[in-house]
């Protein structure tokens, strides 16, 4: 019912930046909330940054004061902006939204973030 597709993933040296998009389409009904997430091989998947139902956001530790999340006012349009960008970034980034209505969670299906060294 709901899809999310993500863009703007690619390969990035060390230190460069990055834009993550995420477009959502279908029937969105109540209060849902949006994030990212990502993933690396043989690792957990791992809360990225998020907007929570009243606007608040939260980061993960690891990128306070390099990575800023952003939405639409329509909230179908997902944004994350990454700065100096590190070979420990690297990951596969997912787009993420919990219909607090349903009781459902989607994802979407990623972006590759490469980052070299």
């Known amino acids: 019912q709901v899809q999310l597709v993500e863009s703007g993933g690619g390969l990035v040296q060390s230190g460069g930046s990055l834009r993550l998009s995420c477009a959502a389409s279908g029937t969105i009904v109540g209060i849902h909330t949006m994030g990212w997430f990502r993933q690396a091989p043989d690792q957990e998947r791992e809360l990225v940054a998020r907007f929570s139902s009243d606007g608040s956001s939260e980061y993960a530790d690891s990128v306070k004061g390099r990575f800023a999340i952003s939405r639409d006012y329509a909230g179908t349009t997902l944004w994350l902006q990454m700065h100096s960008l590190q070979p420990a970034d690297t990951a596969v980034y997912y787009c993420?939204?919990?219909?607090?209505?349903?009781?459902?969670?989607?994802w979407g299906k990623g972006t590759l973030v490469t980052v070299s060294s």
């Open positions: 993420h939204m919990y219909s607090w209505y349903r009781a459902m969670e989607y």
